[in-house]
């Protein structure tokens, strides 16, 4: 059964850091993407960035330049480093990964508060 699990948020004053970490296991086939979405209170699910097997990464605009994505693939992680954060940026921080056979699968998210 795959799994993903996600660590690394929390409570932050505005203009700090967090580096989420979303680590896959129980996945027996290889992965395509992995990504970070993110949800509000009242809103929907944004993709904030995601990261193709080859390296490739995309970022929401509301996300340039602050955030940063990267993975490890032979640990099957991804991380997304945060910095400069926002209050506006507050959420629930979820990674989702596709495989190469078109399943994905979803973590239960991990609270990010930015707040002073």
């Known amino acids: 059964q795959v799994q993903l699990v996600e660590s690394g948020g929390g409570l932050v004053q505005p203009g700090g850091s967090l580096r989420l970490s979303c680590a896959a296991s129980g996945i027996t086939v290889r992965i395509r993407r992995m990504a970070w979405y993110r949800q509000a209170p009242g809103k929907e699910r944004d993709l904030v960035a995601d990261?193709?097997?080859?390296?490739?990464?995309n970022y929401a605009d509301f996300v340039k330049g602050r955030f940063t994505i990267f993975r490890d693939n032979a640990k099957n992680t991804v991380y997304l480093q945060m910095n400069s954060l926002k209050p506006e940026d507050t959420a629930l921080y979820y990674c989702s990964v596709n495989s190469v056979i078109g399943t994905i699968h979803w973590g239960q998210g991990t609270q990010v508060t930015v707040s002073s």
């Open positions: 990261i193709i097997s080859d390296g490739t990464t």
